[in-house]
């Protein structure tokens, strides 16, 4: 039986070792192709990466995104069906989720609802659950609507904190869940 292929786009702005693994995980896969990266950033790490993977990419500015059509006609062409966050911190405008509805799926390197919202990104979450002396800290793959790291949870996985864990050693850890994880949530949405 033909499975037909499902295009994605990668928005990433970091450096980009979850789209690194997502490009991996669906190299010469039969059922999706990324088919784009969107970036924010001139010089992001995972621009490199797009080159050296041949990936297009597409480099996207404020005002179109915020205050014109999104660059929704240029993910139209890609024919691009699902929209995958991983380290894109702009918010998604209405028109882009009109677009795509439930069809853009973020990561967040925390348990949500805890530890999310606006200014809760990178160091500032693992900094946070360290001071709050939580026991488990962990990752949420979810849907993205209008609202920072508020759509509905589709997977979450949870690892321990550690007495003397610092911001980044919890991010390493938290982070080799996201690399486990998210490639193969992603291929159950297929
Ligand atoms: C990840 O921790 C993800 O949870 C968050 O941004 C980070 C991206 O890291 N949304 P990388 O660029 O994939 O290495």
């Known amino acids: 039986m033909s499975e037909k292929l499902t295009h994605i786009a990668i928005f990433a ?3 980009g070792s979850n789209a690194h ?4 995980h669906f190299t010469g896969s039969a059922k999706a192709k990324i088919s784009l990266i969107v970036c ?11 080159e050296k993977e041949h990936i297009p990419t597409l480099l996207i500015e404020k005002e179109p995104f915020f205050q014109g059509d999104a660059y929704v006609p240029e993910l139209r062409k890609k024919g691009v069906e ?3 966050l991983a380290g894109f911190l702009w918010k998604m405008p209405p028109a882009l989720i009109r677009a795509y509805p439930d069809r853009i799926v973020n990561i967040h390197p925390a348990l949500l609802p805890k530890y999310g919202g606006k200014g809760m990104y990178g160091r500032h979450v693992h900094q946070a659950v360290i001071e ?3 026991a488990v800290s ?4 979810h849907f993205v609507d209008e609202l920072y790291d508020n759509g509905a949870v589709i997977f979450q996985a949870s690892c321990p904190v550690l007495e003397g864990d610092t911001p980044e050693s919890l991010a390493k850890r938290v982070q080799e869940l996201e690399h486990a994880h ?4 992603i291929e159950g949405l297929l």
Do not use: T
Request: aromatic content about 4%; cysteine-free; proline content about 6%.
């Open 13 to 15: 702005s970091g450096a």
């Open 132 to 134: 709050n002396k939580e």
């Open 138 to 141: 962990g990752i949420s793959i």
């Open 182 to 185: 998210f490639p193969k949530v």
């Open 21 to 24: 693994q997502i490009i991996r």
């Open 82 to 84: 699902l929209i995958i």
């Open 40 to 50: 924010n950033k001139p010089g992001a790490g995972i621009l490199q990466i797009a």
